[in-house]
DNA sequence: AATAAATACGACCGGTCGTTCTTATTTCCG
DNA sequence: CGGAAATAAGAACGACCGGTCGTATTTATT
């Protein structure tokens, strides 16, 4: 288990590579990213990509899986250190929401983007793509049903609903940010779901006032 | 004010080389798409194109309005039959769950999929695309204001948010459709509405049973 | 019948695309 | 120290891109 200086610079190499890609692919697309353009980018050269990804479509490949990892560090993570329930969702969609507003990505959503871009493409990026998705609402549907095992939400809650509901809040933030005004659009994502929650759960305490 | 069959013909290959394009732009986006690509499914030289529209950029331009020319007739209009109040807001809704279900467009929803596609690339026709959304969110928030104040919703609602929580049914509607279960994502976004509705809707009679 | 306009074509331009091949530099290991 | 491995660069490829040009065909006008 030693150190070997080649392949750490590789890696450094590669996660660096990976970071620009997720980010110009919410510019310009993931199959209109050139290699030309990411390379330049990166002040590397086109070929020198090739040394670390075989083909294009791997680096794809490479990228949905790192934007996968990003989103599950700054918007999941972060949602798990809320307690279980209603007020985990409520994190959560914040964190989603101020991912758009903090612009980390130019583009607002790497997979918003990219799963528009690619739901009538056949191949193995879109079900990359398709499988990140799929697993993402499983995820927010077992927050949701948390939330109706601890009481705080309606037993006989139609708990799929629940969860296309909220997601679609976030989509739709993603794009209205980029297109209409920000401001409104972020208020109207987070009152929305607010509100949704509020009626739905018995113990109001739970959902105070909101941050801002 | 004669009838010229030069320009009838043309008129003629102008629309045929715009649905095409609205379609195969839901395929390939808005950019993606070629001129090559275009001509060779039509049957037309790509220099016949250029005859036409005299950049790839104004033919784009002209898909967008074509494609908003589509949504009016496909949605909207159909939308106006029903009377006003919560019951064209439905109307509106299932119209485009409806053209979402059919299949109209392999990538299920021009506006959704080039939104997306140029929301983070300024030029002319990311402006056009965003001025055809303003106007369909303005749209939506008339048809929920004339629902207000027709009493068939509270008169304290927050109009554009509700307006905002409609679009993004539809919105995640076409972009899940397209990745995941569709049956499921269809009964999840006509659901939601009409849940959504009768919640805040006083007389029940205006939202029947569902068609199917 | 002759002219002008609208429409469409095939050939071709410079440029960029993804990809491959060869070569050079850096770094670990014996 | 020297060979092997990993990482990078450079040059070149065939294919396709948007776009231009000259020309032919169809149709309306005179």
Redesign the pocket.
């Known amino acids: 288990m030693?150190?070997?200086?080649?392949?750490?610079?590789?890696?450094?190499?590669?996660t660096a590579v990976l970071d620009t890609a997720v980010s110009l692919a919410t510019e310009v697309g993931l199959d209109g990213?050139?290699?030309?353009?990411l390379?330049e980018r990166l002040?590397?050269?086109?070929?020198?990509?090739?040394?670390?990804w075989?083909?294009?479509?791997s680096?794809q490949l490479a990228t949905v899986d790192r934007a996968v990892t990003q989103w599950e560090e700054l918007i999941v993570a972060p949602a798990l250190r809320a307690p279980r329930g209603v007020r985990r969702l409520r994190a959560l969609h914040e964190a989603r929401i101020g991912f758009y507003a903090a612009r980390v990505l130019p583009g607002g959503c790497f997979f918003a983007n990219t799963e528009f871009e690619y739901n009538a493409r056949p191949g193995p990026v879109r079900d990359r793509l398709a499988e990140a998705f799929s697993r993402w609402s499983t995820f927010l549907e077992r927050l949701v049903r948390e939330a109706v095992e601890l009481g705080e939400l309606p037993a006989d809650l139609d708990v799929p609903l629940l969860a296309y509901e909220i997601d679609a809040l976030g989509i739709s933030a993603a794009m209205r940010s980029r297109l209409l005004d920000p401001d409104i659009t972020y208020r109207h994502a987070r009152q929305g779901l607010l509100n949704r929650l509020r009626a739905l759960c018995p113990d109001p305490t739970l959902l105070a006032e909101g941050p801002s």
């Open positions: 030693t150190s070997d200086g080649r392949v750490a610079r590789g890696d450094r190499t590669r990213l050139s290699l030309a353009q390379a002040g590397v050269s086109k070929s020198g990509l090739f040394a670390h075989r083909s294009k479509e680096l």
